[in-house]
Structures are given as C-alpha cells and as structure tokens.
C-alpha cells in the first residue's frame, strides 16, 4: 500500500512540478551525516554547480536512478558534482545494499529524520525523488520532483535549470 501511495503521490506531483520561486538561496544551514559514519558534512559548504538527489531505499524510482546518477557522476563529476541524501530512511541496511549494489561513489548524506523537510528553500517532502539543482554560487536554482530515466534526461535537465553545457 506504502508504493502505490507514493507512486500516486510522484505521479501528481511530476505532472505538477515544483519549482523555486522568487530569490534564490543557499540549501538549509543544516550539518548531515555522510552515510558511512565517517564525519559530518554542513549543507551550505558544499559547492555547486551541484544536482542534489534525495533518495530512500524503499523508493522503486530511487532505486533505478542511482546507477544513472552514477554514471553521470563519472561523466561529468568535475564539472556538476552530485550528492545523494537518503531521507528518512526506515531501514539503512537496506540503503547500505542499494549503494553496494549500485557502486554509487558519490557523496551520500543521511538525513535520517527528515531534517530537510521544509527547511528552506526546501519544500514539504511529498514523494521521492526530488531533484535539487544548485548553482555555481551555492543557491538553489530549481527543486523538481523527477525521476531520471536515462544519462541523457540528467544530462539534459542540468543544461536547462544549471544553464551548463554538458
């Protein structure tokens, strides 16, 4: 029941968007762990130009994207850095498979209980994935509720809202 409301719940919110509006600025003044323990990362260090990809293992479209996002990672690493925050995980076994799995390499975040939720700019999680496009000055250019399907869809999408040329 769990998939079928989140599926319902991307479906409307893909046809919808989500979209900033007004000033652009910094992601939340938050500090998030990285996912393997190792230290603790604040939000706003962080530089772009930068596609930030909430994800949670539990979540089907998540879960077909991280080897596309890591492939784009490979591709275009050194030019728009990608950074995975797993959000409110229910089970980080789980998430520690996925990213085994999937080979992910880059940077992964825990937001374990939800911290990101709501914090601006940063709407009221509705479904996952969203996608967070961050500029070269470290503010966020436009948030989507997406679901990647192909290197090329990333690639494209991060011209458009990042104004790159990848």
Same mark, same amino acid.
């Given at each position: ?90 089970? $980080?076994?789980? *998430? =520690?498979? #996925? ?11 825990? @937001? !374990?209980? /939800?911290? $990101?939720?709501? *914090? =601006?700019? #940063? ?11 961050? @500029? !070269?000055? /470290? ?20 011209? !458009? ?6």
């Amino acid at each position: 029941m769990r998939a079928v409301v989140a599926a319902v719940a991307t479906g409307s919110l893909l046809l919808s968007g989500c979209t900033m509006t007004g000033d652009r600025q910094p992601l939340p003044d938050l500090a998030l762990p990285e996912v393997d323990g190792d230290k603790t990362v604040g939000l706003r260090s962080l530089e772009g130009p930068m596609l930030v990809n909430l994800w949670a293992s539990w979540c089907t479209s998540c879960r077909h994207e991280m080897p596309l996002l890591e492939q784009f990672h490979q591709k275009h690493g050194d030019e728009v850095a990608v950074v995975g925050i797993d959000f409110q995980e229910t089970n $980080l076994g789980s *998430a =520690e498979d #996925l990213v085994a799995e999937t080979g992910v390499t880059y940077r992964l975040l825990l @937001d !374990e209980v /939800g911290d $990101l939720n709501g *914090a =601006e700019p #940063l709407p009221h999680v509705q479904a996952l994935p969203i996608q967070v496009y961050v @500029d !070269e000055d /470290g503010e966020v250019a436009y948030i989507a509720y997406q679901a990647f399907e192909s290197v090329d869809e990333i690639e494209a999408s991060v011209n !458009e809202h990042l104004g790159t040329d990848l």
